[in-house]
């Protein structure tokens, strides 16, 4: 396995963070947390192991499910920008390549292979279920209805622009926490096929902040969302 930074990000499907909970108006900010942890020797050996069983069987999964021509290639790399946060995404190279990256901090916050294994098949899921081009579908139709909406009145260029932008957003983020779900199921099957507890590693939701479900948000309940792993787990 090769290990290199990750400078670049086209289109996000989805991540497993920790999330910043909103505060009262009026309550000061907290003071600024200290620098993310960089990992042990051990972690990197132990995520080093769990991507070289799991990254086979998502692929195998990705190739059943989409097709022997899809582009199941997975390329894991680890995001070594320095201060970022507790974080693993899936995006697409120019080629077209899902690239599942993780930043130091994820890595030495895991606290076993289970956690790790299951962050990693939870973002592979995302690229077998095509969440990225369902993702920009959904905003460019969002940037349509709304621009259109605004062309409609007769208010001046700046202001469909305006509306365009927001008709995006809103569609991009409409079916966001379905996705998050379906990656979360798909997930449990790579995981379990690869030998890990889905079960013990979606503990992992239980230390970060709840996003809650709030309006428009990317991510539903970190309750739901185990629920969804024990659920998908029993019936496998």
Known sequence: MRWIALFFMTA???CVSTVEPQRPSGQPAKPAASAPAMPTRAKVDQ???VVESVEPVAEAVCRAQTGPNSNCDFRIVVDDR???PVNAYQTLDRNGRPIIAFTLAMIAEARNRDELAFVLSHEAAHHI???IPRQQQN?????ILLGGLATLTGVGSDAVRTASDLGATVGART???NYELEADSLGTIIAKRAGYDPVRGAAF?????????RFLGTH??????????RRVDAQL
Do not use: C, M
Request: avoid cysteine.
């Open 12 to 14: 996000l499907a989805g």
């Open 220 to 229: 539903p309940p970190n309750a739901q969302r185990i629920e969804t792993v």
């Open 82 to 84: 320095p201060g970022q």
């Open 139 to 143: 905003a460019a139709a969002g940037a």
């Open 205 to 213: 939701f239980s230390r970060i902040p709840d996003p809650g479900d």
């Open 129 to 131: 279920a095509g969440h």
């Open 47 to 49: 995520f080093v192991a």
């Open 175 to 177: 079916y966001s926490k």
